[in-house]
C-alpha cells in the first residue's frame, strides 16, 4: 500500500464519523484521463475532505510556507502536495501543475484562492479556467456543504464534468472559465443545502 492511501484510509477512518460524511456523486468523477476538482473552500479540513472522498489519487497546491518545516515538507510531498508562492506568478507550480494533468492525473483546486469567511461561494480566481484551458482535463466541479462541527452532517457533492470542448474551441478566457466553474460548484450547494 502506498503512504498515500495509507494516509487518506487513516484520515478517512478518523473524519468520516466526526462529521458525518455524506458523499454524493463519486460516480461523476471519470475514473482514468486527467481530471481537475474545482471546490468551494469553507475550512483548511478542505483538502483532507477532497482527498479521502476522490476515489482517485489527487494532487494539491500548497502555500510555499507550509514546505520550510523539513518534516512537514517530506510528509506533504508524500501526500501529493507541491508548493505555491502566494500572490504572484508561481511558474514552476504552473507547470508543475499541467505536467500532473499531462501525465493523466488528478489535480484539487480551489479556485476562490482562500477560504470564505462566511461559508457562501465567492468569486474564482482566473487559475482554475488557466488550467482547463491548457489541458485537456475534465473539469469536475464540488461543493462541500458543512458546517465542520462534530455530530452535525457534511456533504461533499461531485457534480458531472463541465462541457469544455465549446470553451476552448472559442477561446474563452481563463476568467469566463472559472466563473462557469464557481457558477456549477454554486448550483451544487444551492440544491443540496
Same mark, same amino acid.
Given at each position: 500500500?502506498?503512504?498515500?492511501?495509507?494516509?487518506?484510509?487513516? %484520515?478517512?477512518?478518523?473524519?468520516k464519523p466526526v462529521f458525518r460524511?455524506?458523499?454524493?456523486?463519486?460516480?461523476?468523477?471519470?475514473?482514468?484521463?486527467?481530471?481537475?476538482?474545482?471546490?468551494?473552500?469553507?475550512?483548511?479540513?478542505?483538502?483532507? %475532505? %477532497?482527498?479521502? @472522498?476522490?476515489?482517485?489519487?489527487?494532487?494539491?497546491?500548497?502555500?510555499?510556507?507550509?514546505?520550510?518545516?523539513?518534516?512537514?515538507?517530506?510528509?506533504?510531498?508524500?501526500?501529493?502536495?507541491?508548493?505555491?508562492?502566494?500572490?504572484?506568478?508561481?511558474?514552476?507550480?504552473?507547470?508543475?501543475?499541467?505536467?500532473?494533468?499531462?501525465?493523466?492525473?488528478?489535480?484539487?483546486?480551489?479556485p476562490e484562492g482562500t477560504r470564505?469567511? @462566511?461559508?457562501?461561494?465567492?468569486?474564482?480566481?482566473?487559475?482554475?479556467?488557466?488550467?482547463?484551458?491548457?489541458?485537456?482535463?475534465?473539469? %469536475?466541479?464540488?461543493?462541500?456543504?458543512?458546517?465542520?462541527?462534530?455530530?452535525?452532517?457534511?456533504?461533499?457533492?461531485?457534480? @458531472?464534468?463541465?462541457?469544455?470542448?465549446?470553451?476552448?474551441?472559442?477561446?474563452?478566457?481563463?476568467?469566463?472559465? @472559472?466563473?462557469?466553474?464557481?457558477?456549477?460548484?454554486?448550483?451544487?450547494?444551492?440544491?443540496?443545502?
Open positions: 500500500m502506498s503512504f498515500y492511501k495509507f494516509a487518506r484510509t487513516i %484520515v478517512g477512518f478518523y473524519m460524511m455524506n458523499v454524493i456523486g463519486k460516480e461523476n468523477i471519470p475514473q482514468e484521463g486527467p481530471i481537475i476538482v474545482c471546490s468551494n473552500h469553507i475550512s483548511n479540513w478542505d483538502p483532507l %475532505v %477532497v482527498g479521502i @472522498t476522490c476515489p482517485r489519487n489527487i494532487y494539491f497546491m500548497a502555500k510555499e510556507e507550509l514546505f520550510k518545516n523539513k518534516l512537514l515538507s517530506t510528509l506533504l510531498r508524500k501526500v501529493h502536495a507541491f508548493p505555491i508562492k502566494r500572490g504572484m506568478k508561481d511558474r514552476t507550480a504552473l507547470r508543475n501543475a499541467l505536467d500532473i494533468l499531462k501525465e493523466g492525473n488528478a489535480l484539487g483546486l480551489f470564505s469567511k @462566511t461559508g457562501e461561494v465567492g468569486d474564482g480566481l482566473a487559475g482554475a479556467g488557466f488550467f482547463a484551458l491548457r489541458s485537456e482535463a475534465q473539469v %469536475v466541479p464540488c461543493a462541500i456543504v458543512g458546517p465542520y462541527k462534530k455530530g452535525k452532517k457534511l456533504k461533499v457533492v461531485y457534480g @458531472t464534468p463541465i462541457e469544455m470542448d465549446p470553451l476552448r474551441e472559442r477561446k474563452a478566457s481563463a476568467k469566463e472559465v @472559472t466563473d462557469i466553474i464557481m457558477q456549477e460548484i454554486r448550483l451544487l450547494k444551492q440544491k443540496n443545502s
